[in-house]
């Protein structure tokens, strides 16, 4: 059988039951699109939008119910939602860019599996350090501002680094089986899709 | 064949499009310009949706999702390629780059209603089982595959389908040939 055969049926067929009317799509315009990515930009302004609300409320309390001794705590909060925002910026930009749905087909693929990638990369390292850091802050707030118990012996101080230690190596593989169960398979697809124009 | 083209320009920031009623919609195009042009074309969207979906209410997303990215990009069309080229990126790069709709093609839904010319034929039976087979066979091939066999169809130059894939003529002329030897093959087991 011909492919070249079929060119004239291919023309004249109309999709049967399927001719969307001007009113239907003027409806279809006014929907929100629907693909993983957008969908991810608007979770991204939800979350972003929930950081800056949230610490900055708790930074405001902290400061005026405690302002002789949560000073600093009030400015860790702040520094802290800053790096959140900096974070869901990054991250944003690297979804703006990821898409170029006007571009030829191998180079949005191309583009979407490169920055993905760089995506990944990010939340990884973002989702590992973070363990570590509220740890460290903890561990700074605990010794320097609660009353002296436990004692602040060397003993202390190795109980204190080991749980660290444990603590970033969990977050570390933890943060690696999520990302590869997020987007794992999703790369893998893309991956796949390129291949194809690549195939002998 | 697509019925809009975009033939000259007043401008490279105002393109201007003729429309098959020979009318000349300059850029930036109203959002009334937009649904006609999406109206006028709407056959080769349906056709795109029909080989990468399985179910009428995928078919449907896909439509518009493909109907939102175009209007989405339509305000920065500035008419460097042609307006069906533009098109047909965009409808097939939502298409192909859908992985949710792609793990759930189970079965094949190709939706068309038979031709008039072929519905007076005498053999029509005989090349409406020919065009099923047909259909079966592209849904096997993958997606790209599937792409190249929609704008072969639709009689693009191989010069525009590399302009819309990016894969170069020769490439593209290779393998247009394996795709035909693999439906060729695909048809013969059925």
């Known amino acids: 059988m011909e492919l070249d055969n079929f060119k004239d049926t291919w ?56 302002p002789m001794f949560f000073a600093e705590m009030s400015i860790m909060l702040l520094v802290i939602g800053v790096l959140g925002l900096y974070y869901y910026y990054r991250k944003l930009k690297l979804l703006k860019e990821m898409e170029c749905v006007q571009c030829e087909v191998k180079s949005n693929l191309n583009r979407q599996v490169t920055l993905l990638e760089k995506y990944i990369r ?12 509220v740890y460290l802050v903890s561990g700074y707030l605990i010794i320097n501002k609660l009353p002296v118990y436990p004692p602040r012996d060397a003993s202390f101080y190795i ?14 593989y933890l943060n690696k ?21 690549d195939e002998e | 064949m697509l019925k809009a083209e975009c033939v000259m320009f007043l401008d490279m920031r105002r393109p201007i499009i003729k429309t098959n009623n020979n009318q000349n919609l300059a850029i930036p195009l109203s959002q009334n310009d937009f649904l006609n042009l999406v109206e006028e074309n709407q056959g080769i969207m349906h056709k795109i949706c029909s080989l990468y979906t399985s179910t009428p209410e995928d078919h449907q997303d896909m439509y518009q999702e493909i109907v939102i990215q175009l209007w989405r990009s339509f305000s920065s069309f500035r008419g460097e390629s042609k307006f069906s080229t533009w098109m047909y ?5 939502t298409a192909i780059s859908d992985l949710r709709r792609q793990g759930r093609r189970v079965k094949v839904v190709f939706p068309e209603k038979p031709p008039e010319q072929l519905m007076a034929d005498t053999s029509y039976a005989e090349k409406e089982e020919q065009w099923k087979q047909l259909s079966v066979a592209i849904q096997q091939l993958g997606e790209i595959e599937k792409a190249i066999v929609v704008l072969y169809l639709e009689d693009r130059s191989y010069e525009e389908m590399e302009e819309i894939l990016g894969i170069n003529t020769n490439n593209l002329r290779v393998k247009m040939n394996r795709i035909k030897e693999k439906l060729r093959k695909l048809t013969k087991e059925e």
């Open chain 1, 159 to 172: 109980l204190f680094a080991v749980f660290g230690i444990i603590l970033t190596g969990l977050s570390y």
């Open chain 2, 89 to 93: 990126r965009i409808a097939l790069n």
């Open chain 1, 122 to 133: 990010f939340y990884f390292f973002a989702g590992t350090v973070l363990a570590p850091l």
């Open chain 1, 11 to 66: 023309k004249e067929m109309v999709p049967g039951e399927m001719k969307t009317s001007k009113e239907e799509l003027l409806v279809m315009l006014q929907q929100k699109s629907q693909r993983p990515i957008a969908r991810m930009k608007r979770n991204i302004y939800w979350e972003a939008g929930a950081v800056i609300v949230l610490y900055s409320l708790a930074a405001l309390m902290n400061y005026f119910l405690n």
């Open chain 1, 177 to 197: 089986w999520y990302v590869a169960k997020l987007y794992g398979q999703h790369v893998a697809q893309l991956r796949n899709l390129l291949s194809q124009f």
